[in-house]
Every structure is written in C-alpha cells, then in structure tokens.
C-alpha cells in the first residue's frame, strides 16, 4: 500500500498569521498519526513563513517516540541566513527518514518545478552524499516526463518525488490523460532505474485515486495543503482515514461535510 505522509506546513502558516503557539504544530501531526498516518513531512524555507527549525526538532522528537517516518523537504543550495541553519545542518541535526530536495526559490509560493539534470547534477552530487551519510534516504524532486533520471540514480539517489501539480491542474479541468501519461511513463523510467518513487503536490480525496490507479508503485504521497483544507470542515482525524480508505483501494465519501 502507498504511505501517507501528512506535511503539516500550513499549520504552522496558521499559526505564525498571528503569532505566538496556536495552533501547535506538533499536537496536529500527533492528531494525524494517531489517525493512522505513516508519516510527517514538513518543508522548511529561509524566509521562515510557515514551518521552523524549532518545529522541524520538535516533530523529529515526536516521530521517533511514534517510530514512523519525517520527511524534510528543502532546497539544498539555499544558503544558511539568521533564523535558518541551512537545509543540511538542519537534517545533520535531526537525521530525518528521508530528505526530499526541492529546487524552490524564496519568491515561490509553493514548490513548482522539479530539477533540471543537465545543470543541477553535480552540484546535488555532494549533497546526496553528505545526506546518505548522515543515513537520510534521498529524494529528488522532478517534473513528470522530466529528462535524466538516469543521472538521479548514478548520484546516488533513492528516490524521486513527482510533481504532481500539472497532473491536479488537468484533472480539476476534466482531462488528466496525457499527464496521467507523462506521471506513468516517469515512475515507469525511474523504477527501472532502481528509483524508487514518490509523488505530491495538489493531490486530494478528488484526484488522488485516479492517480494511483494510472501511476503504478507509487511509495509514498506527501498531502498537505488539500489535507488541512478539507479538514478544516470534516477534523483530521476523519480526514486522514478517508485518505488511508482511498489508498487502501476503498472510495472516498461524504468529503464535503
């Protein structure tokens, strides 16, 4: 069965509108967890606008004593600023499950594009390997139908994650057919490859079970935003199990409560 991992960013988006504790980040990833959820993932950026550093340490506690995994998505080449000890001191700290890297700029909303081989190969070289030393499984972010994934593997990652926006973009439009095709035919070249594959970005209880049912193998999916929006009328707990239902091959219902 694929994983969830439940990125918990926008409660900390939530939180820092106002200030202060409220909501408590870590007391909702343990409300998803206890829910059933495999995992955490939490995407921490310099600019500080949702998650933390002191979150990231904080749920790597929690996600130990649970023994299931954390996930620290990140931009490698970002440099450490005030606040901010950079994406791999934080992870030699904390020594997540996986570190996912992501090339999103600090101008970016959200993450919207994955690497470009042909330039960024071997300045990831070093970094995946200071990760895996550090005993982090590595992901890389790619585009669906992106080119050489074979430089991925030769580098040493373990993973890719898909960027499954365009695909979510399609199916809110009625017509996800040819990046359904472009997702498959990616997961397709990377497992051949000896990759293992991950998939996020606007993956919801709409459009989660057609993508699984056209992406073969998928390991993991890292839900966020979509997760915590729906929840906000139905509670996480309800939420997260009408997710594991849908990766569990049973329909989703009743989302709009």
Known sequence: MTLLSVNVNKIAVLRNSR????????????????????????????????????????LSSLTRAQGVELNVEGNPFAPPRAGYPGFLALCDEVRPAQATLVPDGDGQITSDHGFDFSRDTERLRPLVAGLKAMGCRVSLFVDAGCTGLEQAAHIGADRIEIYTGPFADAALAGDAGDALALCRRTAREAQALGLGVNAGHDLSQDNLAEFLANVP?????????????????????????????????????????
Do not use: F, M, W
């Open 217 to 257: 193998d998928v390991l993991e999916v890292s839900i966020g935003h979509a997760l915590i929006g729906e929840a906000l009328y139905a509670g996480l707990d309800t939420t997260v199990r009408r997710y594991l239902g849908i990766l569990d091959g049973r329909p989703a219902s009743g989302r709009r409560d």
């Open 19 to 58: 200030g202060g504790t409220e909501p408590d980040v870590v007391r909702a990833a343990r409300a998803c967890l206890s829910a059933g959820a495999h995992g955490i993932t939490v995407h921490p950026r310099p600019d500080l606008r949702h998650i933390r550093p002191d979150d990231v340490r904080a």
